[in-house]
């Protein structure tokens, strides 16, 4: 073989090597860029179901305020009348429209003077047993007359997970000694994972923090001592995320994949 088909077989081969050399390093690159992206979406995934959580429940808040700072609901703690009830509470639709499972007027020494509720999935009318109504009473911060602004958020009771709202009961300028409370609240179940599912266009599951975990949620939450969103790829096609959401003392209460 010439000198001359040597130098191009030679040339020829780091030819293609280089075209192969430059392949995997372009192919790794764009996989990480690839990996880093998927990361971040699915972070701003989590971000999504916890901004759409409070969402909720701000419009839960809502809700309460248009009731418990009234000067009207305001009178009835005082002359306990019959005809305020009628007027804002026979119609069980009222509580649907709302999306509220059960409300009770509480007054500053822990005394429920009204309560209604309802079934989610019957729509009918229900009542709470005593044994519920004294789990959700224990929590002080719900019915304490030294709370002047309010509590909203998650607390865990026996059943799962709900979401509560307690307002100080006040006249329509807020000024004035405090007659009560409106607690007003909705079971955090599968129903409203569902809800957040339709709302977030992502698959959602939640188990809570007086429950046993799965595996897969007691090796994640192994993750997040230190990190409050763990993100773990499933497969080549899919990647998990997990969320915690706080109960109003600022403890786990809900872990979300």
Known sequence: ?????????????????????????????ILKSFSKIELEKTKTNIERVNSAFQQDLSALVGVNLEYSRWSDTYQYMEDRSETYIESNFTDINTLQKFRVDFLMFVTTEGEIIYEKAVDEETGKETRLHDALKEEILFHESLRDARNKIGTAGIILLKE???????????PNDGVGPNRGFLIMSRFFDHGQIQK???????????????????????????????????????SGESIAGYGIIKDIYGSPAVFLK
């Open 1 to 29: 073989m010439s000198l001359t088909k040597k130098i191009l077989l030679l040339t020829a081969a780091l030819f293609i090597s280089s075209i192969f050399l430059l392949y995997g390093v372009s192919r790794a690159i």
């Open 160 to 170: 799962g997970p709900m979401m509560v709202t307690s307002y100080p009961i006040l």
């Open 196 to 234: 957040l599912a339709q709302i977030t266009h992502l698959d959602i599951s939640m188990v809570h923090f007086r429950q046993s975990f799965p595996k897969e949620f007691q090796e994640a939450y192994e993750k997040m001592i230190t990190d409050p969103i763990h993100i773990k790829p499933l």
